[in-house]
């Protein structure tokens, strides 16, 4: 912290001094130069940019400043270009300044209409690009300005575009029940309908009502996908699944068309806007019309890179005796999450001014839209019953979270929403901190039935997020649920997370942070640096081979050196009726090598790296000496399982390791009656070794769908992919297979438990356990299908030949390309 | 998918000034400007970072859980004292992407890692001789001078505290 507290001090005693840190600059210690008139571009390039940040001015001033500078300086071609630019990228950026953007180009076209019409073409230019490329969320937020501008078109003004979209959803509605670009298409046009209404122009009622009949069908219709994309499986908890996003805004937009569109949480800067001089209410219907620029949509529409899936509305803070955010009956909660949603996945780049538009939610939408900042929850208690604000830190913390648990993947790397909660409480910490709170209760509380790898997720931010604050947590409000059976999900939870706050730490830290009785789920073992060596004790069977072989690795020793004290193990083993002789000695090599190496990530790697060949061999003779090599390192870093898992990782990546043994271990070594699966750390590594499946048969794809590709490539390329495709079914059907019988609770470990019966308490955790890890894996497999058919649909057809003319040496598509990832 | 060029707030996933800090001053010659050019071009696919502010106790496992997060991790280098060869708070994080290290920069950089905030920057590349510290004594250049107590990076900088011993040596002696 140093380096940044100290920036601001001790200036200037140190004369010529050299520049040290990179922020040096930002601080210009020359005398300063006399000051200057700002020029005028400039201050409208801030102005708008800033548009409605500041809750200390009043924006309708500020949208009116902008649009008479602007209008009357109309011949400055720079300030003409930045104001059509600036505000076009705040839509596609800001999300949430559209309504004041779309304000300030109202007044402006009302002074002087040539600017109207010059940012409509303009954005009517991008919206086409944006069709024709299936950027359906640029598309939403660019027809949602162009409708806001609703009152300046001539005749219908937006409605055929939007009649046109919804003719498109009907034919690829028509065309297939699995279709979900048809429901995009409905999505763009139910969260464009709202702001075309609250724009000034009026007598619309009919097209809109006419609209929302005709999309009822397909909004209300469940895709089959919306079960396997919800936060909670409705098996598993039937209250707490969540509607899919499109049907819960179609039942809101009714409810609002017969409550004439009051739309009280959106922004309407354009109502108290008088005219300056006549200090007269500000008309828009009698300035010049322009016409509705045209736009063609293909047929059929394309979608761009990005795979589609349903989308299901999650609040963390729906079941509150007090609400604090909008209900699911009210048209806020879509609004609102709408924007928040878009402001944060395009703002990744940012996460500081991403925090800081949550933050300043306020500002942006009706005023008294929310209650102060940082009311506390109990003052809401009091509240409740009078007039219904919300919390704004509520409202903001819940979009983050829906995104975080977006399944089946979120749209940035899950870091990126842990760094924005993060900026959100170094910002506003009294405001944030009982929000986060409040949030990690609900999900605590309902661990047992959330969808696990979401469960993951939340265990994986906790113990970050905690790590970015000193650890602290009110630990002592779970103490009661230390009694529950100990595969319990809770359990497993506060197991993981002080794994997992450990690793990014250490055990004595996060011991010294955890309240009685807390400190006594940290074991001695897991405090030791180095585990022990167990051949180190004359006890252990093995123990002098087992001692003699560390020491030759530790010496580097060659291979001619190891193999005799390896033989003299499985000689020793066989005399002794062992099954399989190699199982002891590769444990002796393995731990060896985990020992040896335990100093650090890079000793154990360079250790492997010399033994590779050795290793690589016995994964090749013994499918249980494979498994020997994953038991021995999980047993040597048993207490520090993210080391082992890492180890695994790399051992997959040299190939010692195939993905299948790793399951073989899990599920049939490990599987101790199915309470494996209550572990995190298992989950964790089976999840990512399956990722390097899945990801490897992606590249793959990418390679057999790059364009420019021809025979004879095409067939070796596609000859992989069918290969690699099967390997990766068998991969998925394996896990199915294995975790069905324990979800059945005919798993024969399961069977050979307790009384037999299946009906002990623990039973019934473990089937829950099953069922859960089930739905995980089962929708991976859809989710893999449904990528590789959509991405072969577009490929080039085996059998193209190259055209003539064209060279094909420029390809480097061999076999090799695709094998990445290995070290 | 954005058109835009220019982005309507900062971006987080920038190189710092650091490298062509030094040759930015005046291109005396055709060939320093190409070299400047290429150090550019670098940057623009590198896929490694550079990691400052680590304490001297954060172990490799720690760094490797963190930065994970942002994609797998091909080679990780500590930086060591030229010296004693134990850490001396600084890392080379290599990706197998640019995007991960993009990322990097723009979700781990300026979060904390063992309780301090870490500063991470785009690196052309590691190479050997880069993991050892630049500093007179071993350590880093930023930790000889340093006048502040951080018991993090080994106290106070080494060489504003070899002086000050000095100075009070010197003051005890003439009493």
């Given at each position: 912290m140093s380096e940044y507290d100290r920036?601001?001090?001790?200036?200037?005693?140190?004369?010529?001094?050299?520049?040290?840190?990179?922020?040096?600059?930002?601080?210009?210690?020359?005398?300063?130069r006399r000051r200057y008139e700002e020029p005028l571009f400039a201050v409208i390039r801030r102005q708008l940019l800033t548009?409605?940040?500041?809750?200390?001015?009043?924006v309708e001033d500020d949208i009116q400043g902008i649009a008479k500078s602007v209008a009357d300086n109309y011949d400055d071609e720079e300030i003409r270009r930045d104001f059509v630019n600036i505000s076009l990228d705040l839509v596609h950026e800001q999300p949430m300044k559209i309504p004041f953007i779309a304000g300030t180009v109202l007044v402006a076209h009302s002074l002087k209409p040539e600017l109207g019409s010059e940012i409509i073409t303009k954005a009517a230019g991008a919206l086409q690009k944006y069709i024709d490329t299936g950027a359906w969320r640029e598309v939403k937020l660019l027809i949602r300005f162009l409708g806001l501008l609703q009152?300046?078109?001539?005749?219908?003004?937006?409605f055929p575009l939007l009649e046109e979209l919804f003719a498109r959803a009907v034919d690829l509605q028509t065309a297939s029940s699995e279709d979900l670009l048809g429901l995009e298409l409905v999505k763009v046009i139910q969260f464009t309908l709202p702001y075309v209404m609250l724009s000034?122009?009026?007598?619309?009622e009919a097209q809109a009502s006419g609209l929302l009949e005709k999309t009822d069908i397909i909004a209300t219709?469940?895709?089959?996908l919306v079960d396997l994309v919800n936060t909670f499986s409705p098996e598993e908890n039937q209250s707490a699944a969540g509607q899919s996003v499109i049907s819960l805004m179609q039942s809101q937009l009714q409810r609002e068309a017969s409550n004439g569109?009051?739309?009280?949480?959106?922004?309407?800067?354009?109502?108290?806007?008088?005219?300056?001089?006549?200090d007269e209410f500000k008309s828009f219907d009698s300035v010049t019309k322009v016409a509705f620029p045209e736009i063609t949509v293909p047929s059929p529409v394309p979608n761009g890179p990005h795979p589609l899936f349903p989308e299901v509305y999650l609040s963390?803070?729906?079941?509150?005796?007090?609400?604090t955010v909008p209900s699911t009956d009210d048209i806020s909660s879509s609004l609102i999450r709408d924007a928040l949603v878009d402001t944060i996945n395009l703002l990744d780049f940012n996460r500081v001014a991403t925090a800081k538009f949550l933050i300043d939610?306020?500002?942006?939408?009706?005023?008294?839209?929310?209650?102060?900042?940082?009311?506390p929850f109990d003052r809401m208690r009091e509240l409740a019953g009078e007039i219904q604000p919300w919390k704004p830190e509520d409202v903001a913390v819940d979009a983050v979270f829906s995104q975080l648990f977006?399944?089946?993947?979120?749209?940035?790397?899950?870091v990126y929403y842990h760094s924005v909660l993060t900026e959100c409480c170094k910002i506003a910490p009294a405001a944030i901190a009982p929000s986060l709170g409040r949030a990690i209760r609900f999900l605590y509380n309902n661990l047992d039935t959330m969808d696990l790898e979401l469960s993951q997720r939340f265990l994986d931010w906790f113990a970050h997020h905690l790590s970015n604050f000193g650890?602290?947590?009110?630990w002592s409000e779970w103490?009661?649920?230390?009694?529950?059976?100990?595969?319990h999900p809770k359990i497993a939870f506060i197991n993981g997370a002080l794994d997992k706050e450990i690793r990014l730490s250490f055990a004595q830290r996060i011991k010294g942070t955890l309240p009685e009785p807390y400190?006594?789920?940290?074991?001695s073992g897991k405090e030791k640096d180095t585990p022990e060596?167990?051949?180190?004790?004359?006890?252990?069977?093995y123990a002098k081979e087992g001692q003699e072989i560390m020491q030759l690795i530790r010496k580097k020793a060659t291979d001619e050196e190891i193999q005799p004290v390896i033989t003299a193990i499985e000689d020793q083993a066989k005399s002794q009726g062992?099954?399989?002789?190699k199982i002891p000695s590769t444990d002796a090599f393995v731990t060896s090598i985990c020992f040896v190496g335990s100093k650090s990530l890079s000793h154990v790697l360079s250790c492997i790296d010399r033994s590779k060949d050795r290793l690589l061999t016995i994964g090749a003779e013994s499918k249980h000496a494979r498994t020997q090599i994953i038991t021995s390192v999980m047993e040597y870093w048993v207490d520090q399982p993210g080391i082992a898992i890492n180890i695994i990782d790399k051992l997959l990546n040299y190939t010692i390791l195939s993905p299948l043994s790793v399951l073989e271990w899990a599920f049939?070594?490990?599987?101790a009656a199915g309470t494996i699966l209550s572990k995190p750390h298992v989950f964790e590594m089976i999840s990512a070794t399956v990722g390097k499946v899945t990801n490897r048969m992606r590249q793959i794809v990418a390679a057999r769908t790059q364009p420019g590709l021809y025979e004879p490539q095409l067939t070796a390329i596609d000859e992989t992919l069918s290969r690699e495709r099967e390997d990766m079914q068998t991969l998925f059907k394996y896990i199915e297979d294995s975790i069905v019988s324990i979800a059945a609770g005919s798993n024969d470990e399961q069977m050979e438990?307790?009384?037999?019966?299946?009906?002990l308490p623990e039973d019934v955790i473990i089937r829950q356990w099953g069922r859960r890890w089930l739905r995980v894996f089962r929708r991976k497999v859809a989710v893999e299908e449904a990528f590789i058919s959509d991405a072969l649909a577009n490929a080039t057809p085996l059998g193209t030949e190259a055209p003539a003319g064209a060279t094909d040496g420029d390809l480097d598509i061999a076999d090799a390309d695709v094998d990445a990832g290995v070290q | 998918m954005s058109l835009l060029s220019v982005n309507t707030v900062d971006r987080l996933d920038r190189p710092s000034a650091y490298f062509g800090k030094n040759k930015?001053?005046?291109?005396?010659?055709e060939e320093e400007q190409q070299q400047q050019e290429k150090a550019d071009d670098k940057l623009k696919t590198a896929t490694t970072l550079y990691v400052g502010n680590?304490?001297?106790?954060?172990t490799e496992e720690q760094i490797h859980e963190l930065f994970a997060k942002c994609g797998e991790i091909k080679r990780l280098v500590m930086g060591l004292?030229?010296?004693?060869?134990?850490?001396c708070g600084f890392c080379f994080v290599e990706y197998y992407t640019h995007q991960d290290a993009l990322d990097c920069l723009k979700y781990v950089g300026g979060t904390k890692l063992d309780e301090r905030i870490i500063r991470t920057d785009l690196d052309p590349g590691f190479e050997e001789g880069?993991?050892?510290?630049?500093?007179?004594?071993?350590?880093?250049?930023?930790?000889?001078?340093?006048?502040e107590y951080d018991p993090g990076r080994g106290g106070y900088g080494r060489a504003y505290d070899e002086q000050r011993q000095r100075e009070e040596d010197e003051y005890g002696a003439g009493r």
């Open positions: 920036r601001n001090q001790g200036r200037g005693d140190r004369g010529g001094r050299k520049r040290r840190y990179r922020d040096d600059d930002d601080f210009d210690r020359r005398p300063q548009i409605a940040e500041s809750a200390a001015r009043r009152p300046l078109y001539e005749g219908e003004g937006i000034p122009a009026s007598g619309f219709t469940p895709h089959a569109w009051e739309l009280k949480c959106l922004p309407r800067p354009w109502k108290d806007l008088r005219d300056p001089e006549t963390v803070y729906a079941d509150q005796e007090v609400d939610i306020d500002c942006y939408f009706t005023p008294y839209t929310f209650v102060k900042r940082a009311t977006q399944l089946p993947a979120a749209e940035h790397k899950l650890f602290t947590w009110k103490t009661d649920d230390l009694d529950l059976p100990a595969i400190p006594k789920l940290i074991t060596f167990k051949f180190a004790s004359d006890m252990a069977p062992v099954e399989d002789p049939v070594e490990s599987v438990r307790g009384d037999g019966s299946g009906d | 930015r001053r005046r291109y005396n010659d680590l304490s001297f106790y954060t004292d030229r010296f004693n060869k134990t850490p880069r993991q050892f510290g630049r500093g007179k004594s071993g350590g880093q250049v930023r930790d000889e001078y340093r006048e």
